[in-house]
């Protein structure tokens, strides 16, 4: 309804812009208005939101840096190269980075599947693929532990083990490859695997050759995602993990560990390694992401 | 690429079988371990005092934050679409800040903030208690869910343009009536799944909340954090996997929601990946005047 | 389509309020406990911070407790976790009117910050209204054939203990074999080798508290758990496969409870903790499996805790806050440092 007469009255007032630039300069619209209208956001409105962001998101993580280094640069050092923060923080690279493969492998597969293939209850999977991300990080750990904990009913007993991590991880991540390749897949031309296929490529070479460039961007995108959250994750992971030093224990619970123990410094230096690890990782996620939209600017 | 049936059926079977193994066996085992013990059983330990207190500590949560990210939510996507400023870009980065950030760094960034040794610690002296109090748990939740509003609202902003604003502060709407009348109804399905999102993630938000919680049953307990204390304090497995089970429903309902409304969204927005899961870098204003002058 | 927009809309708005509804009505009717009285305004709220394990026994004791005169219509928001951190979430603010620590340094840093009296371990029993021993949890059945602190050093046994710097119950789990090794402190060096030989070599986790070091033992990691007798007790009656068993010379636990100065409950504060003492609250102790400290009661429970060829208490060792300041002090105690050097 709305949608049809806004547009109606939209075409009628093609000019509007101008009209209303030499209009606002007569009666000063108060700033929401201005803010609304002219295509400009007034100084209140910038105030507030810039206060709210700041209030809520940089003044804490600025608290965090400055405690991390309140002994100085060596104090942070040592806290970060601590054998145990070491070993968890390579823990936790290590793992996110083989779940990040595995979905970017599965996901691929999955995403592939639900668009190519046609069988019975496809939707119904189709639907079942977000269930990770609505589901609360700890029902995914208890989920987990009641199929694969102790006494489990099928006799794989993966609690306290990296492979436990390994499969809490999968499961949150779940959606990220298979959520970025699916639309474009759905979108890919198929005339030139056709003409691909006509000339005697093998699906294989197909699949190297023509499919697997379309969808790099995508999987590319989908599996820094799923690293990037595997890194930070922690509600999985906390009861089906085990928190072994060295082992198991994953960067985010040797944070909390530190806090329990009361050493704050510990745990906002390692925090701020973690951050600046997902910072990383998103800083090339998006220097992947522009020069990809480059080439497909100079292509077309 | 034309695949042979048998090829066909394998990857078929390859891709159902990890589905089932990691989502499906583990989610019917919880389902069946909480029901075995008899319907009653659930609906009993669901109904403790604590469970019902936690129930609604949640829903607390859930009311507190979502008007404040609405509000917060709209006016930054406002800003970042319609406003060119200096350090704009900036600004939408750290939109994204938490989507990058750890709950449990989210919890330590907090304490180093809000605690009492913190910066703005002296708030603990006039009697307002942040951390290990309700105001902390809310602020946590606001942080993680703070770019799911503006995410999902800024594409549609971006595509309405201005002209029907502009058109009706022309003809003599005030503010009010324009944003009532024009902006609102144009940007109510995203700005509603933008609310679906927040409601899912507060509800089951458990890292960030778990540091600045005093951990009171019944006082300062959310659903989350009661699946983690029955299993881990109270040795109570069957009540944790009963609260979880019923989180889960929760889940299930904004799931539901979630495919509801997905279609409702305009089709440009409407990729199978919620903007909020795989952020756009926020296209520049500038480059968005030609399409709305044409 | 204007239509089903609409009709979308108002389905889910009513299901929200529905759900909003349904849950506060159902509450504010169902909830006996702390939620509904501070509603009402009438009663008095104890917040009671404990380590923990004593949830049993505080399950047993405050209907009991409401069952009394000046028991009726106190409501009680018991929180559990591992003693030093619930010990120091108070120092921070949180509030709380009433604590019970596993060990008593953790009370002492509340009465450094001022909200302890000094005076809070003057009664006839030191502030301790239970107690227990450290004890050697294993799998069920003993497979492994461990009974004593020696046994625990044997190749390849690994050992479940909390981490001392959050937990109390780690503390008293190494006081233990230390006063064993170094015959109640006299050969100091004799137990700080045996403890980093323990630490080093066979300890592999860090739980945060007993409960925590409890939940790890049962699912699955390590052969022997080191934890309370009554921790033991607990799980034992849960049908958890385990055994324990007391090594022939082990410790005291003694398990202080003190009321803050600030509580704005204080009288209500002060007879809930006067109430722990008497025989009928030491009763239910000893059924929940803590060793009561009224010798009465003690002796009428003096089957189910056999006890101990030789009890080291801490008092043997020169007392906590030299314990404290020797042992467990950051950077400085000994056993700290030995942890921090196996663990870091």
């Known amino acids: 309804m709305t949608l049809d007469t806004t547009t109606a009255k939209g075409a009628a007032n093609r000019a509007a812009p101008v009209a209303a630039s030499g209009d606002g300069a007569k009666r000063r619209p108060p700033p929401l208005l201005r803010s609304a209208s002219a295509g400009r956001v007034s100084g209140l409105t910038l105030g507030v939101v810039v206060l709210w962001l700041s209030l809520i998101v940089l003044l804490p993580l600025a608290a965090l840096t400055v405690t991390s280094f309140s002994d100085g640069w060596s104090g942070f050092w040592a806290a970060v190269t601590a054998p145990v923060a070491l070993a968890a923080l390579w823990t936790t690279i290590l793992v996110s980075a083989v779940v990040a493969v595995l979905n970017v492998v599965v996901g691929t597969l999955i995403a592939w599947v639900l668009v190519r293939d046609e069988f019975w209850g496809k939707r119904f999977v189709d639907a079942l693929i977000d269930l990770p991300f609505a589901l609360p990080t700890i029902v995914a750990s208890i989920v987990l532990l009641s199929l694969y904990g102790p006494n489990s009913p099928i006799g794989v007993e993966l609690n306290a083990t990296r492979w436990g991590l390994i499969v809490a991880l999968a499961f949150v991540t779940l959606p990220f490859v298979v959520r970025s390749v699916q639309p474009v897949l759905i979108e890919v031309d198929r005339d030139v695997e056709q003409a691909a296929a006509s000339l005697g490529a093998s699906n294989w070479t197909i699949f190297r050759r023509v499919v697997l460039p379309t969808l790099a961007p995508a999987i590319i995108s989908g599996g820094g995602l799923a690293f990037a959250r595997a890194i930070g994750e922690y509600g999985s992971v906390v009861l089906i993990g085990g928190n072994i030093p060295r082992e198991t224990q994953v960067a985010s619970q040797y944070i909390q560990q530190q806090i329990e123990i009361d050493r704050p410094v510990n745990a906002a230096a390692v925090s701020v390694a973690l951050l600046a690890i997902s910072f990383a990782t998103l800083l090339i996620l998006r220097f992947f992401a522009s020069r990809g939209q480059e080439r497909e600017e100079k292509a077309t | ?294 | ?344």
């Open chain 2, 1 to 294: 690429m034309k695949l042979s049936t048998p090829s066909r059926i394998a990857l078929r079977t390859i891709a159902l079988l990890y589905l089932t193994v990691l989502l499906a066996v583990p989610i019917v085992t919880i389902l069946w371990r909480t029901f075995e013990p008899g319907l009653a059983t659930f609906w009993a330990s669901i109904r403790t005092p604590a469970a019902i207190s936690a129930f609604n500590l949640s829903l607390l949560i859930v009311a507190i934050t979502v008007p404040i990210n609405v509000v917060f939510g709209v006016v930054t996507a406002l800003a970042l679409v319609r406003g060119r400023f200096p350090g704009r870009r900036l600004l939408s980065g750290i939109v994204d800040l938490p989507f990058a950030v750890s709950p449990i760094v989210v919890g330590v960034s907090l304490i180093m903030l809000w605690g009492v040794h913190g910066w703005f610690g002296g708030l603990a002296n006039l009697g307002i208690q942040v951390i290990f109090g309700l105001p902390g748990m809310v602020i946590a939740t606001i942080f993680v869910t703070l770019p799911f509003v503006v995410r999902e609202v800024e594409p549609v902003l971006h595509e309405i343009g201005t002209e029907q604003e502009q058109a009706a502060a022309t003809l003599g709407a005030s503010r009010w009536q324009t944003f009532a009348r024009i902006t609102l109804p144009a940007i109510r399905w995203g700005l509603t799944y933008g609310i679906v999102l927040t409601v899912a993630r507060a509800l089951g938000e458990f890292g960030a909340v778990i540091m600045v919680s005093a951990g009171f049953p019944g006082v300062s307990q959310t659903l989350t954090l009661l699946v983690h204390s029955r299993y881990m304090d109270d040795h109570n497995v069957h009540g944790a996997y009963s609260a979880a089970t019923l989180l889960m429903f929760l889940a299930i309902v904004t799931l539901l929601l979630m495919t509801v409304l997905d279609r409702k969204r305009p089709a440009a927005q409407s990729a199978a990946l919620p903007a909020t899961i795989a952020p756009a870098p926020t296209p520049d204003p500038a480059e968005d005047t030609p399409r709305s002058a044409a």
């Open chain 3, 1 to 344: 389509m204007t239509h089903s927009r609409r009709t979308v809309l108002t389905a889910l708005s009513a299901t929200v309020a529905l759900a909003m509804t349904g849950c506060a009505g159902g509450g504010a009717s169902d909830v006996t406990g702390a939620t509904a009285s501070a509603a009402a305004g009438g009663d008095t709220v104890l917040n009671l911070y404990a380590y923990a394990v004593p949830k049993v026994g505080f399950d047993a004791i405050i209907p009991a407790f409401n069952a009394t005169a000046q028991g009726t219509g106190i409501e009680f928001q018991p929180s559990y976790g591992a003693s030093g951190d619930q010990s120091r979430k108070v120092a921070s603010g949180a509030e709380a009117d009433i604590v019970n620590f596993s060990v008593t340094p953790d009370v002492t840093r509340l009465v450094d910050a001022g909200l302890v009296e000094a005076n809070w371990a003057d009664g006839e029993h030191q502030g301790i209204p239970f107690g227990s021993v450290v004890t050697i949890v294993t799998r069920q059945g003993n497979p492994k054939g461990i009974k004593d602190w020696d046994d625990l050093l044997k190749p390849g046994i690994e050992v479940v203990t909390p981490n001392p710097f959050s937990s109390g119950s780690a503390k008293w789990n190494l006081l233990a074999p230390y006063a064993a090794k170094s015959d109640g402190g006299k050969n100091p060096q004799a137990g700080l080798d045996y403890i980093s030989t323990l630490v080093g070599d066979h300890v592999k986790v860090q739980p945060k508290s007993g409960r925590e070091a409890t939940e790890t033992f049962l699912q699955g990691t390590g052969d022997v758990l080191l934890s309370y007798e009554n921790e033991a007790l607990f799980i034992e009656s849960e049908g958890d496969p385990v055994s324990h068993v007391t090594p022939p010379t082990t410790f005291k636990i003694e398990n202080p409870v003190a009321v803050l100065k600030g509580s704005n409950n204080l009288p209500a504060a002060e007879a809930f903790r006067d109430y722990l003492y008497t025989p009928a609250a030491q009763k239910l102790w000893a059924e929940a499996g803590f060793r009561p400290v009224d010798e009465a009661v003690a002796k009428e429970f003096a089957a189910k805790f056999p006890a101990p060829s030789k009890l080291w208490t801490i008092d043997d060792l020169g007392g906590w806050p030299a314990v404290d300041k020797d042992l467990f002090t950051k950077d400085t105690g000994t056993i700290a440092v030995i942890y921090d050097k196996a663990t870091s």
